[in-house]
């Protein structure tokens, strides 16, 4: 059931030239809202406690960055009922559950995301470990849930196949192939209930996530072992053969999952083909491979994705001469929007922008209170072992800094719930005496100082010089002795600046 090239483009094309009608015609006009409202199960016995999230995302991974609303609703007597306003006619939705006290109770990354039209009704059913949908929800939206359910994960392996790489991901390959055809099964029993648009996204969204998932587990071992580049090199090369160099390709680019399997089969074929390169050389590489290969805003959005994924670590001058590339090769409006995004962030010494952080004591913290200091900003979350792993290796540097005036270490929390934050404090595994701690107010990764700096990753190290300017090049991770004294010599520079 694996969809050849030229169905998969005109297909695709199909559904990105509709879109494009839809959105052009001005009689359209602004996508209709989507109802939700919903209850709480019996499982609740204190819904003050509750917190609900509506994520919604216009694309896939990239979308996380640029084209992402959050909403927290609030439940009132067990029940809740609000309207999103969605940017266009179709969009993936992504439910949580929290609870404000504990852990979050349901996971949205274990079931997925749902492709909802503008106008929609939801009315949806809450409960501990999952929750379902009741009428009036239209039939298509609650029997996706049939093909969430069906997750991209690996069976059990013998122990013997990891001694063969490519036994060991060919049998990885069989396992996905058999997971997408059950899924593209499930699909194809309820395709009446789809436009022949929203089919064919899920259906390309199917095929795309197995090809990631696969993917993906090779990027990471081709990462701890590049000397496995030259026993995966066929399997690769049998299995992801080069895309078509077309210009219709470029209309997969709103095929929701699609772009992420172009950004990971061009990192894995970067690896494999250039084993001891350092990051910043395969970046160039992939440079290379994009330019000749893709046009478009396939091109863009890869390259994109390159840049917010890749791009952080590389030295300054690298990040200005990438810079001044892309500003020649990406044409699309959104994605020339999130390069001067990510210039501002890398490549120029700006202030930091304006925020408030909570202090335990529940008074504010602002940018004005850093004034004339080099601050440390370690973000950090309850239950992240990395962070536990750097906070212990800062802690003889903070105590080294104890009494310097002119040194702040700032450590930043990011989980959603205040409680969380004040038991890892007092835990005292997360932080070191000396350091300054806050917490972004509730807002977790929505605060706008994590959401502007698009930190993604945790623990995070971001250094402001005394003018309140953050440090745009590579911050050494204090993680062995090198880097440590490589740390405390970047402190020691811009204590005069």
Known sequence: MELNKNSFLIIAGAICLLSAIINMNPAHGRPSPVTISGELSSDFKNDDNVIIEFNCYDEISFGNTIAFQHYQVTVKDG???????????????????YAK?????????????????????????????????????????????GILDIQYRFPAIAREAYSDKVRLFSLRKEALDEIAEKKLEVLHGMQHLFSEMEYSQIR????????????????????????????????????????????????LECSGYFPEFVYLRELVQARLSHPQETLDNLIVKIWENLNQSYTGVLRDRVWIDVLLRLGKPL??????????????LIQGKVYRQTLEIWASNHLSQSEIVDFSLEKPDGTLLTPADLRGKVVVMDFWFNGCYPCLVLAKSMKPIINQYQTDSRVIFLGINVDKQKERWLSALASGKYVSPGQLNVY????????????????????????????????NKTVPVPLSKETSAEFIALIESLKDN
């Open 79 to 97: 029940k809740f009922d609000f309207k999103l306003l969605p940017k266009h006619d179709h969009f993936y939705l992504e439910i949580a559950l």
């Open 101 to 145: 006290d504990v852990d979050m109770i349901y996971n949205p990354y274990d079931k997925g995301r749902l492709l909802v039209r503008a106008g929609d009704t939801l009315a949806i059913s809450l409960g501990k470990t999952d929750f379902r949908f009741t009428n009036p929800t239209p039939e298509r939206i609650s029997r996706q849930s």
């Open 204 to 251: 390309n969204d199917i095929i795309s996530m197995k090809h990631g998932a696969l993917l993906n587990t090779m990027n990471n071992a081709l990462y701890r072992d590049p000397n496995l580049s030259s026993k995966l090199k066929e399997f690769f090369h049998t299995n992801f053969p080069p895309l078509s160099n077309d210009t219709t390709l470029s209309v």
């Open 315 to 328: 030295p300054y001058n690298m990040k200005v001469e990438l810079y001044k590339k892309s500003k020649v």
């Open 440 to 471: 972004t107010n509730g807002l977790g990764k929505n605060h706008p100082l994590i959401t502007h700096y698009q930190i993604t990753g945790f623990p995070t190290l971001m250094v402001l010089d005394p003018k309140g300017r953050v440090y």
